[in-house]
């Protein structure tokens, strides 16, 4: 019998890489962000093994960007600085202050839907297994803003976060990585902090429609136009793992998460078959 990992075959035929990543260093702001230095703007992160199973796209607020950071980065640059100088280490007693709890609750997630079990080995840092076998290398990362202001921390910047990014920055990466699954991480479904935002965008462009499945945080997106036109992907509507509070990511992995991924499992198996 095959393994769980094997049973998560890849959907459709895997792009190469460097043109995976070439393709999106072509998308870069345009007015939207006209007003911010380049330096700004965050890539996609692709793991190296992208495609190589069933394609997650993780959506974020925005990248965080540092006030110290000086110059922009290449989609390339961009999957080293994350998969191999930052969360795949071991510091002192097998910790990396860079595990945060962002990128752990990523791991988590991608994990229980690839049924890989880095989310269970990996809590507080990565175990550095080979490649094939990190589940960091098989999702993609970005955000709803892609271009961040410099500053400290990840105070969100609401006025660079609607129509203008979405639809000429997130949409465009969403054609290039053609992800089997989407996962929006903010705030609540509500608030409109990336769900209400993705879900407006999706229907004023024609990008797809969306439909949720009744009384849950899951849904299936059936793509209109360019590159995706024909096709479906499975979408998330889930609570950013950094959240703090009553969002905090422990309580929502087991009252939200878990449940949602097992209709993501269902909806996954129907557009195979």
């Not at 465009?172 to 990585?177: A, T």
């Not at 989407?182 to 769900?195: C, E």
């Not at 995706?228 to 959240?243: E, I, Q, T, Y």
Request: charged content about 20%; glycine content about 8%.
């Amino acid at each position: 019998m095959e393994s769980n990992q094997h049973q998560m075959l890849k959907f459709h035929q895997q792009v190469p890489e460097a043109d995976l990543l070439s393709r999106l260093d072509s998308i870069r702001p345009s007015s939207c962000c006209s007003d911010l230095p380049p330096a700004c703007y965050c890539p996609a992160y692709v793991g190296p093994h992208y495609g190589g199973m069933a394609k997650i796209l993780f959506v974020g607020l925005d990248s965080g960007t540092s006030a110290g950071t000086t110059k922009p980065m290449t989609a390339k640059e961009w999957q080293s600085s994350i998969f191999s100088d930052a969360y795949r280490k071991q510091e002192d007693q097998k910790t990396n202050a860079a595990w945060n709890a962002h990128y752990k609750g990523c791991v988590m997630t991608a994990s229980a839907i690839l049924k890989m079990a880095c989310g269970s080995e990996c809590g507080s840092a990565c175990r550095v297994k080979p490649s094939s076998e990190c589940v960091l290398s098989y999702f993609a990362q970005t955000n709803a803003v892609k271009c961040a202001p410099p500053k400290y921390g990840m105070a969100f910047v609401a006025e660079h976060r609607i129509v203008s990014c979405l639809a000429m920055n997130l949409f465009g990466e969403v054609e290039v990585l053609q992800p089997d699954v989407i996962i929006l991480q903010g705030r609540n479904h509500d608030s409109g902090h990336i769900h209400k935002d993705f879900e407006r965008e999706l229907a004023a462009q024609h990008w797809g429609n969306l439909a949720i499945v009744e009384g849950s945080l899951v849904g299936t997106i059936t793509w209109n136009r360019g590159l995706m036109a024909g096709r479906k992907s499975v979408l998330g509507l889930f609570k950013h793992p950094a959240a703090k509070g009553k969002s905090n990511f422990k309580n929502t992995w087991l009252r939200e998460v878990l449940p949602s991924i097992l209709k993501i499992h269902g909806l996954l198996g129907a557009l195979q078959s």
